[in-house]
């Protein structure tokens, strides 16, 4: 039953090597338990890579802003017949052939404020068969003339009310570190719930473990009743029927024994489960337990006041974080819907200087003297002619899926209130009772020394020994539990309020779950090469 560690996480309390025919009795302490979880549960794994999935595509936005580089060339190539008055513009060509390469680039980026500008640089090779000559007997089909017309200048775009401003602009990208923000709470909440598994899969296997103990404590005190109910008889103090009676007695605890030994291979199973281990190949026998847990939980715990869980819950509780996010992304999709429902008006201007030359360098130059400016400005008004159908209902559905995240905000923190206080008033009443099984345990050992003197003494039947043991044992049982409960009950309060993690030192922040993730992916990364290898 031994637990299975992979070789790159190092030494863990679970390995040991052992003789292939004997069984390991392996300590198990809680911290380190928990540490095997972090590192090795598969659950918490896929969500470390799912959230740094997110925090990867809230950088993909600012790609938005990145200036983009456009480059083409394009031949074209035409030929049609004139037109009396294309034939007078052309020396009397009958037809007109040309043959041009256009060669365009340019840099384009998008602003903060929705605008788009544009700085652009085109060169035009024209070719055609105009003769520029005046012959007007040539009709050749040549190409005659070439010229290179160059263009520089820049193009501004800048939306004035539809589509304009930062609350549009900005908005894909604050949607997209808001889920960076859900994807990183909801590790955080996959966190608190493992190590909140693993705790309570810890306890369970203590509580366990404490059953098999008490059990072979009450198989041995049977046994020994057992024991003097026979010698009484050969001694002739005793009769047949206590010897029967020790003997079903005897028979009872052992039967019990081996169904509370079931309830640890489970607990065992859980424990294992939650480590992302699997058993060993070799089988350990039965009655042969390889993990002992050493750790006990606290008789006593300070418990929370139901005022500080709740304020703690509204900065640390991983699910009401995350309904915060999402109030906050609907409140960034009304905000775009509302500027959706103005009209859609555009500032456009451009500026540049034209050139022409026999050469790409004449033509350049002539641009570079700034002597023939072309410029232009001016303004679009677009306006739907049906009142804007579209955005205003899309502004309508935004703003029930407001009112339904601040509801379910609402709502999140009414669930947390009660569980919070439910798990505190849990804890209470655990430790309560804890007090009073530990004074009906001392009461019940006392009584049966008791008990066991006078039987010696011959003045009591076995029978009477047996059912103080059976009472003991029940107490014994129910002092472990409420130690477990009480225990797995202020888990519960450090759940509700989001402090556990901070309680046991292992919460994380972003940086450090980066760190993780990046050391997780170059782990699988070697995992497979290996496998390829």
């Not at 939306?159 to 570190?177: K, S």
């Not at 992302?276 to 026998?285: C, E, L, Y």
């Not at 020394?449 to 003494?457: D, M, N, P, S």
Request: hydrophobic share 40%; proline share 3%; aromatic share 6%.
């Amino acid at each position: 039953m031994l637990l299975m560690m992979s070789n790159h996480l190092g030494a863990t309390p679970y390995q040991a090597a052992m003789p292939a025919n004997h069984t390991q009795v392996v300590d198990l302490r809680l911290h380190d338990y928990l540490q095997t979880v972090l590192r090795q549960n598969n659950t918490l794994q896929s969500q470390m890579l799912q959230s740094e999935a997110a925090r990867r595509k809230s950088k993909a936005e600012l790609g938005a802003f990145e200036p983009l580089l456009e480059l083409s060339a394009m031949h074209e190539a035409n030929k049609r017949t004139n037109t009396v008055v294309q034939q007078a513009s052309q020396n009397g060509q009958g037809y007109f052939n040309e043959r041009n390469n256009v060669y365009d680039s340019g840099i384009e980026s998008l602003l903060p404020t929705g605008g788009k500008i544009r700085l652009g640089y085109t060169l035009s090779d024209l070719g055609n068969n105009v003769n520029p000559y005046g012959n007007i007997l040539s009709t050749t089909n040549q190409i005659w003339t070439r010229q290179y017309q160059t263009f520089v200048g820049a193009t501004f775009t800048q939306p004035l009310l539809q589509n304009g401003g930062v609350t549009v602009t900005l908005a894909e990208l604050r949607l997209a570190a808001a889920d960076s923000e859900i994807g990183f709470q909801q590790y955080r909440r996959q966190l608190m719930l493992t190590v909140a598994q693993a705790e309570n899969a810890y306890w369970n296997l203590y509580f366990a473990q404490e059953q098999l103990r008490f059990f072979d404590d009450s198989v041995a005190v049977a046994q020994n009743v057992l024991d003097d109910s026979r010698q009484m008889l050969k001694a002739g103090q005793g009769s047949e029927l206590d010897v029967m009676e020790a003997q079903s007695g005897l028979a009872l605890r052992e039967t019990k024994r081996n169904e509370v030994l079931q309830g640890y291979l489970d607990a065992l199973g859980d424990l294992q489960s939650l480590a992302g281990t699997a058993p060993a190949p070799r089988i350990a026998g039965p009655a042969e337990p390889t993990i002992r847990v050493v750790d006990a939980p606290p008789e006593t715990n300070a418990i929370i006041t139901y005022a500080d869980g709740f304020a703690d819950s509204i900065q640390m509780n991983p699910d009401f974080l995350i309904q915060k996010q999402k109030l906050r992304q609907e409140e960034l999709r009304l905000g775009v819907a509302k500027n959706q429902l103005l009209p859609e008006l555009d500032f456009k201007a451009a500026y540049g200087f034209n050139g022409l030359g026999s050469t790409p360098n004449d033509s350049w130059a002539m641009a570079q003297d700034q002597t023939f400016p072309s410029w232009s400005v001016g303004l679009q008004l677009t306006i739907p002619l049906g009142g804007n159908i579209k955005a205003r209902n899309l502004a309508s559905a935004a703003k029930l899926n407001l009112q339904a995240a601040y509801t379910g905000l609402c709502g999140m923190q009414t669930e947390i209130a009660n569980h919070l206080n439910s798990a505190i008033r849990k804890t209470r009443a655990w430790q309560q009772s804890i007090q009073n099984y530990q004074t009906v345990v001392r009461f019940n050992e006392e009584l049966l020394q008791t008990e066991f003197a006078r039987l010696k003494a011959g003045t009591i039947e076995a029978r009477k020994v047996l059912e103080v043991e059976a009472d003991l044992l029940d107490a014994r049982q129910n002092l472990a539990s409420a130690l477990v409960k009480s225990q797995q009950s202020e888990l519960q309060v450090e759940l509700a309020s989001g402090s556990l993690l901070k309680s046991l030192h292992l919460d994380v922040t972003r940086e450090e779950l980066k760190q993780e993730s990046t050391g997780l992916m170059s782990r699988n990364r070697a995992s497979d090469d290996a496998l390829n290898n």
